[in-house]
């Protein structure tokens, strides 16, 4: 398995409260999933808990961009610094900036990023929004700023150090757990514990709520199978908040996972790397 920094993958790749019912009248939000880059040959059973170790799979790296009730929200944030452009196989690449302009957004359009969680290829591009405010739990965030807690983790003192900037400026807004809401229409959850605090979104659409998994789920195959991620805190967290997806979710095909390329085959593509969610 490849190694980055002395890390594996499944490492880097590493409380549940009831669902709730939101009453919010009309589509509020287009949701688009926008593909930044790949990454080639990844191990299948650093992914999905029990899989054959020996399947390999090209994973899509993606941020998904929420357009509505006057905002310009995007989730998650990707990665660009060329750390970790050089320590993985990246195909396709372009800065996340880039891909939601060719999408027809600027980089200082986007109002808000929110980061589900904080390891490298999620929260390394915030900084290329400048004029948004940068969303993510208090405890994830605190957490991660003691340097113990960034060894062998996937959370790396470059994005920390960005994350400080934030707050330094007054842009960083801190979540306090679980069933928040970032904007009318847009909700996080905790409870997949990829990382210490990790969180998922909901956003309604005109189809009805939508999930952006992130990597709570990071294919298909964890749905479908019923089976955790492989980098979890927490098995049973993990299908727990699986399971709650499907309550929070208009229909299940609405549950977007973080790396799976199928998004872009199950959804209708509206441009190359640009999928329309609904």
Request: charged share 25%; proline share 5%.
């Given at each position: 398995?490849?190694?980055?920094?002395?890390?594996?993958?499944?490492?880097?790749?590493?409380?549940?409260?009831?669902?709730?019912?939101?009453?919010?009248?009309g589509p509020l939000y287009q949701v688009h999933a926008i593909q930044y880059a790949t990454l080639a040959?990844?191990?299948?059973?650093?992914?999905?808990?029990?899989?054959?170790?020996?399947?390999?799979?090209?994973?899509?790296?993606?941020?998904?961009?929420?357009?509505?009730?006057?905002?310009?929200?995007?989730v998650d944030a990707g990665f660009y610094r060329d750390e970790f452009l050089k320590a993985w196989k990246?195909?396709?690449?372009?800065?996340?900036?880039?891909?939601?302009?060719?999408?027809?957004?600027?980089?200082?359009?986007?109002?808000?990023?929110?980061?589900?969680?904080?390891?490298?290829?999620?929260?390394?591009?915030?900084?290329?929004?400048?004029?948004?405010?940068?969303?993510?739990?208090?405890?994830?965030?605190?957490?991660?700023?003691?340097?113990?807690?960034?060894?062998?983790?996937?959370?790396?003192?470059?994005?920390?150090?960005?994350?400080?900037?934030?707050?330094?400026?007054?842009?960083?807004?801190?979540?306090?757990?679980?069933?928040?809401?970032?904007?009318?229409?847009?909700?996080?959850?905790?409870?997949?514990?990829?990382?210490?605090?990790?969180?998922?979104?909901?956003?309604?659409?005109?189809?009805?709520?939508?999930?952006?998994?992130?990597?709570?789920?990071?294919?298909?195959?964890?749905?479908?199978?019923?089976?955790?991620?492989?980098?979890?805190?927490?098995?049973?967290?993990?299908?727990?908040?699986?399971?709650?997806?499907?309550?929070?979710?208009?229909?299940?095909?609405?549950?977007?996972?973080?790396?799976?390329?199928?998004?872009?085959?199950?959804?209708?593509?509206?441009?190359?790397?640009?999928?329309?969610?609904?």
């Amino acid at each position: 398995m490849k190694r980055f920094f002395g890390i594996t993958a499944v490492s880097l790749l590493v409380g549940i409260a009831p669902a709730t019912s939101r009453s919010v009248p009309g589509p509020l939000y287009q949701v688009h999933a926008i593909q930044y880059a790949t990454l080639a040959g990844f191990p299948a059973n650093a992914l999905v808990l029990g899989a054959d170790s020996t399947r390999k799979l090209d994973l899509s790296m993606m941020v998904w961009l929420l357009q509505g009730e006057g905002h310009t929200i995007l989730v998650d944030a990707g990665f660009y610094r060329d750390e970790f452009l050089k320590a993985w196989k990246v195909g396709g690449f372009s800065k996340p900036s880039e891909a939601v302009a060719r999408f027809g957004v600027a980089p200082e359009q986007v109002t808000d990023v929110v980061i589900s969680h904080m390891h490298w290829d999620h929260a390394d591009g915030a900084d290329l929004f400048p004029r948004a405010k940068i969303w993510v739990q208090r405890a994830e965030y605190q957490f991660y700023k003691d340097p113990k807690n960034q060894q062998r983790t996937g959370v790396f003192p470059v994005d920390v150090a960005m994350f400080e900037k934030f707050e330094r400026e007054g842009r960083l807004e801190l979540i306090d757990g679980d069933s928040q809401r970032v904007a009318r229409g847009v909700f996080v959850y905790t409870g997949g514990r990829h990382t210490h605090e990790s969180e998922y979104v909901s956003v309604y659409t005109k189809t009805g709520q939508t999930i952006i998994a992130s990597d709570n789920v990071y294919l298909y195959e964890n749905l479908e199978r019923h089976r955790p991620i492989a980098a979890t805190w927490d098995t049973v967290s993990n299908l727990g908040a699986q399971d709650r997806m499907r309550r929070l979710a208009a229909d299940p095909r609405l549950i977007v996972p973080g790396h799976d390329p199928a998004v872009f085959t199950r959804f209708k593509t509206v441009k190359p790397g640009v999928a329309l969610i609904e």
